[in-house]
T-cell receptor, first 116, second 111 residues
Framework: AQTVTQSQPEMSVQEAETVTLSCTYD???????LFWYKQPPSRQMILVIR??????QNATENRFSVNFQKAAKSFSLKISDSQLGDAAMYFC?????????????FGKGTRLSVIA | DGGITQSPKYLFRKEGQNVTLSCEQN?????MYWYRQDPGQGLRLIYY???????QKGDIAEGYSVSREKKESFPLTVTSAQKNPTAFYLC??????????FGPGTRLTVT
């Protein structure tokens, strides 16, 4: 079974600085999808970014980018120019396209604090 | 607007009572999911349904029940057998192979 590990339970960053959240996963498949979700204090789960494993190019969404290292099974999230509104729980998730509509596999999350 | 609705946002019940949480989606997604989240913790899967009239247990199904009679709806019943039901409950839906879309959640308090 696939597993997702987020080794940093908590992180903090100064406003306007850059922070990287780590995520590793374990799978024997070659084709899959990876996601980062943000959960702010409102507790609404928001998709931040999606990466398809067959794409070598790292996904980017405005200030959010990923460093996808397929061989190392690593999928880190970089937040540039951090803002107070980035303070949230961040969850890394994995999905296999070959397992039907089975649920995403989530990591345990990293709580990010942004210091003004 | 397409999306997932969960109602109510806050729900209060007395211990020993069953309570049903609503989840409706108009995204035409086949699959729907229920998660439980305790303070400061991650998501734990309760039940999921890949298609109408079918559902599977997740990691913490004991004390919960679901039905999937319509594609749009996946209600969750928290029964009196659930030992510690106070939590935040999130509903989600998806279409393979993409991300899950989440509702705004229901905060259940049982006293």
């Amino acid at each position: 079974a696939q597993t997702v590990t987020q080794s940093q339970p908590e992180m903090s960053v100064q406003e306007a600085e850059t922070v990287t959240l780590s995520c590793t996963y374990d799978t024997s498949e070659s084709d899959y999808y990876l996601f980062w979700y943000k959960q702010p204090p409102s507790r609404q789960m928001i998709l931040v970014i999606r990466q398809e494993a067959y794409k070598q190019q790292n996904a980017t969404e405005n200030r959010f980018s990923v460093n996808f290292q397929k061989a190392a099974k690593s999928f880190s999230l970089k937040i540039s120019d951090s803002q107070l509104g980035d303070a949230a729980m961040y969850f890394c998730a994995y999905r296999s396209p070959n397992s039907g509509n089975t649920p995403l596999v989530f990591g345990k999350g990293t709580r990010l604090s942004v210091i003004a | 607007d397409g999306g997932i609705t969960q109602s109510p946002k806050y729900l209060f019940r007395k211990e020993g009572q069953n309570v049903t949480l609503s989840c409706e989606q108009n995204l035409n997604h086949d699959a729907m999911y229920w998660y439980r989240q305790d303070p400061g913790q991650g998501l734990r899967l309760i039940y999921y349904s890949q298609i109408v009239n079918d559902f599977q247990k997740g990691d913490i199904a004991e004390g919960y029940s679901v039905s999937r009679e319509k594609k749009e709806s996946f209600p969750l019943t928290v029964t009196s057998a659930q030992k510690n039901p106070t939590a935040f409950y999130l509903c989600a839906s998806s279409i393979v192979p993409y991300e899950q879309y989440f509702g705004p959640g229901t905060r259940l308090t049982v006293t």
